[in-house]
């Protein structure tokens, strides 16, 4: 034995597992690298981004609620009713003051429950000395809170104001005045601080992130849960136009943080957000730290992956490559030697056991099989059923006498079409739309005869299996045993059935009847005949057909007897394919 080569081999195939194991696993480290640095450069700028976005989005959403605050407001100052209690109210009798107070009441309930940032609504009416709120309802003149609302309007600038850290106001710059120019009345909206406060704990995305915001002034309105007004005090006292409000880190009492602010113009108002700079770090550092784990363990992985690959797979294939350089110079008596029990174990036994039936087919069965076969073959081709050929000479002879020319032309190209099939001898085997194509001939040509009898439903053969190669003369000689043992003899209409089943590997050619006339018992019986090696005379087709199929194809292939849906015969060809068997 020439033991370079293997050499060689062994050189070749074992530096080819391990590039191949380097190509698989470097990429996935160096992506890992890449995506750490990657990632420890841009988290910053999308939580920065990321951030903005929500402080801009809230802002609008802020902004869109004010709106519409001011739009319910603008149409309560102006409504008959109201303008009514103001001036008119001592011309009114009781039921006209409790209409116009129950339809005002029930307007600012309304205003009140739509918007969730509205804690309560004051119309403060000096000519009667009466205070109409949501809450409350009708109550005494409200000094303070008039008092309240009249400073607020003085800062026409600021959209929203704080007293003293405890309520927070809508301002209110629309009065309705008399002809003297006298106040009428005047609206106070009081926005509920908590709920406002919430909207912002929402907004906050990460651990230790905190919001607040802020008057055009430097006013603080409202913050977060957990804000620090006075950091938040120092990051925009050091910011000098509000414009500029991009993201910066700033150190305070010797901790970094990440500022985000956004400016709306329109209110004059400024939303600023902080986050350690160490938590937007924080899950870099646990992945930087994986990354080094995990390339440790790559170093190890493919120190021990090249030792158990040479050890428990290169070596064992080059057991087996020497087993078959032995087969390919003739030699069958050298088998391999070994006390493995693994897979490679598996497959010495089977290669040594693959050397003795080899020698055994080689010797006697392969051979002689293939010639037993084709000898079946050609025994089949040259059996011409006269009972089949007088009958067709019989249907020529009708059509003759009825000069019916076309179905003549018809009949006898299926005939010569038919014959032409059956005794062709250059090939074993056929695509299975061709032997098909036959078998439906056939019933072309006994419909000629039966039409009026008997009934064909012949499926179409699915595109996936129409060139499987098949052995010849399969399905025609079932079809052939139906209509002459049980279809020709029934008193009523006789059925039959062709169809198929194609699934993975397997193929099922289904041929059955409705001649009720075996029993079960019967068909079992012919069954075991049809596999049985003793010749039955009557079988000699079926048997035939069944001997071919297992010679060809896989074990559990073959014809299988059964009873029928339609209470008659049912005979299913299965073929378990091989490879070289599916395709032409």
Avoid: C
Avoid at 146 to 161: P, V
Avoid at 226 to 234: F, G, P, T
Wanted: no cysteine.
């Amino acid at each position: 034995m020439d033991n370079e080569p293997v050499h060689s081999l062994r050189k070749n195939l074992f530096v080819r597992l391990l590039v191949m194991y380097h190509i698989v696993i470097l990429p996935i480290v160096l992506l890992g690298l890449y995506l750490y640095i990657w990632s420890y450069n841009n988290a910053s700028e999308e939580i920065s981004k990321h951030t903005s976005i929500q402080l801009h989005s809230y802002l609008e959403h802020l902004d869109r609620e004010i709106e519409w605050i001011e739009g319910q407001k603008y149409d309560l100052l102006h409504e008959d009713a109201l303008r009514q209690i103001a001036l008119i109210w001592n011309k009114m009798d009781g039921v006209e003051k409790n209409t116009h107070i129950n339809y005002i009441t029930n307007r600012l309930v309304s205003i009140t429950n739509t918007s969730p940032y509205i804690e309560d609504i004051y119309i403060h009416i000096p000519s009667i000395s009466k205070t109409i709120s949501a809450l409350n309802g009708v109550d005494d003149f409200n000094d303070e809170n008039y008092r309240i609302n009249q400073l607020n309007i003085q800062h026409t600038s600021r959209y929203i104001i704080n007293q003293n850290d405890a309520s927070l106001y809508l301002n209110s710059v629309i009065m309705n005045k008399d002809i003297d120019g006298q106040e009428l009345y005047s609206l106070q909206i009081v926005l509920d601080k908590e709920e406002l406060v919430h909207s912002l704990d929402l907004i906050n995305m990460y651990e230790e992130n905190e919001t607040v915001l802020f008057s055009g002034d430097r006013q603080v309105l409202w913050a977060s849960s957990e804000a620090s007004e006075e950091m938040l005090h120092e990051y925009v006292s050091s910011v000098n136009d509000r414009s500029d409000l991009d993201s910066k880190v700033i150190e305070m009492a010797g901790v970094e943080y990440r500022f985000d602010g956004v400016y709306s113009e329109g209110r004059d108002l400024i939303l600023v957000s902080y986050l350690p700079d160490e938590m937007v770090k924080k899950p870099l550092n646990i992945f930087r730290n994986w990354v080094w784990v995990f390339g440790l363990f790559t170093v190890i992985a493919i120190i021990i992956y090249s030792y158990f690959t040479y050890k428990h797979v290169h070596q064992p294939l080059l057991h087996l490559v020497d087993g078959f350089k032995h087969i390919e110079k003739g030699n069958l008596d050298q088998t391999i030697e070994h006390n493995k029990t693994d897979e490679f174990g598996f497959i010495y036994n089977r290669y040594n056991e693959m050397i003795v039936k080899l020698k055994t087919l080689i010797d006697r069965d392969y051979k002689q099989k293939l010639m037993f076969q084709k000898a079946e073959l050609k025994q089949l081709q040259s059996q011409i059923n006269p009972h089949f050929l007088y009958n067709s000479f019989f249907i020529i002879n009708s059509l003759a006498k009825t000069e019916d020319t076309e179905r003549i032309e018809a009949f006898t190209k299926m005939l010569g079409e038919y014959y032409k099939f059956i005794t062709r001898n250059e090939d074993n085997l056929v695509p299975l739309v061709e032997e098909m194509k036959h078998a439906r001939m056939y019933t072309d040509i006994q419909n000629m005869r039966f039409s009026r009898r008997i009934q064909v439903q012949f499926d179409e053969l699915p595109e996936s299996i129409e060139q499987m190669l098949v052995p010849k003369l399969i399905v025609q000689p079932i079809i052939e045993n139906a209509y002459k043992y049980i279809l020709e003899k029934m008193t009523q209409k006789g059925f039959l059935r062709i169809t198929f089943q194609h699934q993975q590997n397997e193929v099922l050619i289904v041929v059955e009847d409705n001649g009720n006339v075996l029993s079960d018992e019967k068909i079992r019986s012919l069954d075991l005949r049809v596999k049985n090696t003793d010749k039955q005379q009557e079988l000699s087709g079926l048997m035939n057909i069944h001997r071919r199929i297992e010679l060809l194809y896989e074990n559990g292939s073959g014809l299988f007897l059964s009873k029928s849906e339609l209470n008659g015969l049912k005979v299913t060809i299965r073929l378990l394919g091989k490879e070289e068997n599916k395709v032409v």
